[in-house]
Nanobody, 122 residues
């Protein structure tokens, strides 16, 4: 299994970024892809997830209304559109893959990709 995250970078407060997670090396749609983040000095937290089977999603309360997760099953790619970014969104963002079709950001993951850094300046 490989997970390749991309799209991080520098944004100003109020700006937007779209992260991509290209997944490969697994069969079927009985998986969930999630995004997690870890800010300096803080624990990692789940941001959003999407079921590859039925498209159900889940979001961290602090990003609801600003973040949209979507999938392109044909490309095995999941996107995280982040709008109205805040300095507190600054973190390394990781995409992860979990067996099963139930999407819950509180769940751990079976496979992790390398992170991509998002920095939001005030």
């Amino acid at each position: 299994v490989q997970l390749q995250a991309s799209g991080g970078g520098l944004a100003h407060t109020g700006g937007s970024l779209t992260l991509s997670c290209a997944a490969s090396g697994f069969m079927t749609d009985y998986w969930t892809i999630s995004w997690h983040r870890q800010a300096p000095g803080k624990e990692r937290e789940g941001v959003s997830c999407i079921s590859l089977l039925d498209g159900r999603v889940d979001y961290l309360d602090s990003v609801k209304g600003r973040v949209t997760i979507s999938r392109d099953n044909a490309k095995n790619t999941v996107y995280l559109q982040m709008n109205n970014l805040r300095p507190e969104d600054t973190a390394v963002y990781y995409c992860a893959l979990t067996r099963g079709h139930i999407c819950d950001i509180r769940h751990g993951a079976d496979y992790w990709g390398k992170g991509t850094l998002v920095t939001v300046s005030s």
